[in-house]
């Protein structure tokens, strides 16, 4: 079992900055991708930023040029630095991570981000 503990959401006006982290812990040994996803009100939930234990990543194309990700994996702890914070990116930002040998996702609980206008 892997358990992941995000920390970082919160209130900020549009156009601030906020970073998530998330730690993740237990059997982490084939933890390969860690990433976010978040979920707005009445939407699904959908991809933010994902990054491999090499360092490759994806965004969606809504936060490129304005969210980063990073990872330490020494910590087994990812990050989101999110820049230019808009309304829209209001949502329930979730912590996810994938272990390679056995085809698992797991989720953490998910932190609040709310932009206001």
């Known amino acids: 079992q892997v358990q992941l503990v995000e920390s970082g959401g919160g209130l900020v006006q549009a156009g601030g900055s906020l970073t998530l982290s998330c730690a993740a812990s237990?059997?982490?040994?084939?933890?390969?991708?860690m990433g976010w996803y978040r979920q707005a009100p009445g939407k699904q939930r959908e991809l933010v930023a994902r990054?491999?234990?090499?360092?490759?990543?994806n965004s969606a194309d809504s936060v490129k040029g304005r969210f980063t990700i990073s990872r330490d994996n020494a910590k087994s702890t990812v990050y989101l630095q999110m820049t230019g914070l808009k309304p829209e990116d209001t949502a329930v930002y979730y912590c996810?991570?994938?272990?390679?040998?056995?085809?698992?996702?797991?989720w953490g609980k998910g932190t609040l981000v709310t932009v206001s206008s």
């Open positions: 996810y991570a994938k272990d390679v040998s056995l085809d698992m996702d797991y």
């Open positions: 237990g059997s982490i040994f084939y933890i390969n991708v």
């Open positions: 990054i491999t234990r090499s360092g490759s990543t």
